[in-house]
C-alpha cells in the first residue's frame, strides 16, 4: 500500500509503499477513504472517514466487514490520559491506504454523510461540539463570540446556532463573513 512515512526530522515525510499493517486484538483493520486535516495532522495525522476490512476479534462484533466508519482520534470520555493512546502517537497515523484503528475509537457513518464530512467530523466538529456542548453547556439563553472563523471556529459557530443560541463571529479577514452568517451568525466583526 502507499502511506506517508515520517522518517526524521532531516528527511520528513515521505510517500511510500509499506505494508499492510497486521490486525491485533480489539482492532480493526480500515480502509482509508477520506482523511480532514488540522494544525495536529502535521505531527500525528490522525482524522479519516473509512471502510471496514476486517475485524480482531469478538470484542468488535457491533462491526462488520464493509460498514462506512469515522475514527475519533482518542477515546470517549474524554480524558486527559487519552492522548497517550492518541492514534498516530506512538502509532501510525492515518494517511495511508490502510491503517489500524482501536475498536473503541470506531463509530458507525450515517448514510446521509459522506466520507469527507465524517473525516471533519472526527475533529473539528468533535472539538467545537466538545468546547460548546460538554464544557460550555451552549444553550438558546445565551451570547456567544466565536473568534477565528477558520474550520474549527466555523464550525463551532454553526454548533452554537444550531443549538439557539446568538452568536457572533470575529475575524481579521472579512471574506470569512459571509460564510459565517450562513452558517449563523447574526453578525461578524473584525475586532
Known sequence: MKAFRLLGPDKGLVFRDVPIPS????QVLIRVKAAGLCHSDTHVLHGVSDIITELGDSS??????GDRVAVSCVGHP???RNFEEALGVGCDGRYAEYALAPGKNVVKIPGQVDFAEAAVATDSVA???HAIVAEGRVCESHMV?????DGLGLNGLAIVAHR???VFG???NVDKFEQAEEYGAIACATD
Do not use: C
Request: charged fraction near 20%; charge should be positive; glycine fraction near 14%.
Open 145 to 149: 463570540g466565536v473568534i477565528g472563523l
Open 78 to 80: 474524554f480524558q486527559e
Open 127 to 129: 472539538t467545537a461540539y
Open 60 to 65: 468488535t462484533t457491533s462491526f462488520k466487514v
Open 164 to 166: 439557539g443560541a446568538r
Open 23 to 26: 490486525l491485533g486484538p480489539k
Open 170 to 172: 470575529v475575524d481579521i
